[in-house]
Each structure stands twice: as C-alpha cells, then as structure tokens.
C-alpha cells in the first residue's frame, strides 16, 4: 500500500536557521497540505496546495514560511528564519481530490528550535 | 467559523467493554467528517468518514461512528475495545462548501483501554 513519507524524521536547529521539511506524498494524488502539532495541542492547518499553488494558508503560515513542489515528486515546507516557537511535528498530507477523500498522512518530522 | 470539539480529554474503558469518543462540530456548510487515530511517534492514520449517506458508518478496526445532525456530533464508538486501541483520537471536520480540503482538528481524547 502506498505510503506518504517525510523526511527527516527529527531536525534540531538554531533559531534564526532555515530548515526545510520534505515529503514525498502518494502518487496519484493532487492535493498537498501541511499542518503542525506543537506538543501536547491539537493538530493545526498550515498551507494547501494545487497545481503548483497555494490554495488556502492559515494564519501562522506567515512570510516566514513557504511551499513548493520542485520536481513533481517532492513537496517541501521551508521556514527561512526559524523560531523557538516553531517547535512542533510538522505532517504532510495528501489527497487524490474529487472533494471529499480523507487526507494520508505522513509520520510527521519533529522539528527542534533551540 | 468551522470548529471542532472533543470533550474528553481521556477516555477509559475496560477491554471488552463497548466505548464511545465524542466529538460535535460546528460548520457553515455541510460536514465533512472524519476520524483519526495517533499512536506514539507516528502519524494520523484515518479510520472512517461521513460524508453522506447513512448517519452509521462503519471503519477500520472494528470502529464506527454516528453522524447526528440535529445534535451536530459525530461520535466514535466500537462495541468491544482492545488494549491495543489505546492510542490518541481526532476527530476533522472540512467544510463541504470550501474549494480546499482543509481539516480543522479537536484537541485530541487519549483513549485507554485497561485489560
């Protein structure tokens, strides 16, 4: 069964660094998204993507952050300046479209802002 | 706005007793539902869904939910629990009406099965 994947599973960073999350999401699917967990909250929208756009981002999807998916294959979150509050699990997601599919997640990567 | 609301911050039930996970929603169109379940250090992994149809849906593993409209909730609930169901539960909302496929969470119910 095909699987979402994300690396690195664990970053640790310094603040102010640039770190860039990655993802290699279900072939056949269309839509792409990215939502954080700090730790101990619930899991949060960040950004959604199609066709090479942004389709809807939440309010902490600031100019800090951005998405892209260079190659048709990956697709990765970019933080340009990260902070100590950016300190979260960071899961891709997909979904084949047509409106209503239930999002596949993958097993998230565990960013560390020190 | 679109919101989500699980009560329970933890859930605990006996194995082999039946269990029930509750969730309501709020929505400006129509909901979209959808369960997730989190084991330690993994990702979301989705159960089950409404989207229309029957109110009584069935999932993964044995779980099934309700769709109540009138109370608007969604509850998950399997008629037997399993140690191994203990694990952090999500229930999603998206709103039908959106043009995007964005999932709004609940805070989670840690559920836990005792033997």
Redesign the interface.
């Known amino acids: 069964e095909p699987e979402?994947t994300q690396t690195p599973s664990h970053q640790v960073t310094q603040m102010g660094q640039e770190v860039i999350l990655r993802c290699v999401p279900i072939s056949n699917h269309l839509?792409f998204?990215w939502?954080r967990q700090i730790l101990g909250?619930?899991?949060?929208?960040l950004v959604?993507f199609?066709n090479n756009e942004i389709?809807?981002k939440s309010e902490i999807f600031d100019d800090q952050f951005s998405v892209e998916r260079p190659d048709g294959s990956n697709f990765t979150l970019k933080i340009r300046s990260t902070k100590l509050e950016d300190s979260a699990m960071y899961?891709c997601?997909g979904?084949p479209g047509q409106?209503?599919n239930?999002?596949?997640?993958?097993?998230?990567t565990r960013l560390t802002v020190l | 706005a679109q919101s989500v609301a699980q009560p329970e911050d933890q859930v605990n039930v006996a194995e082999g007793n039946p269990l029930t996970v509750k969730c309501t929603y709020s929505v400006s169109g129509n909901p979209?539902l959808?369960w997730?379940v989190q084991y330690p250090n993994?990702?979301?992994?989705?159960l089950l869904?409404y989207?229309t149809g029957d109110n009584l849906v069935k999932g993964s593993y044995g779980f099934e939910a309700e769709f109540n409209k009138s109370q608007t909730s969604f509850h998950l609930k399997k008629p037997s629990a399993l140690v191994s169901d203990s694990a952090l539960y999500?229930c999603?909302v998206?709103d039908?009406s959106s043009?995007?496929?964005?999932?709004?969470?609940?805070?989670?119910t840690t559920l836990q099965v005792k033997p």
């Not at chain 1, 909250?41 to 929208?45: A, H, L, N, P, R």
């Not at chain 1, 239930?102 to 998230?108: H, L, N």
């Not at chain 2, 043009?99 to 989670?108: D, P």
């Open positions: 979402v839509y998204y939502y909250q619930k899991v949060e929208f959604s199609y389709s809807e899961f997601a979904d409106g209503y239930e999002q596949f997640f993958g097993p998230g | 979209y959808f997730y993994r990702g979301l992994q989705f869904k989207i999500f999603a998206r039908g043009n995007t496929g964005k999932l709004i969470f609940g805070q989670g």
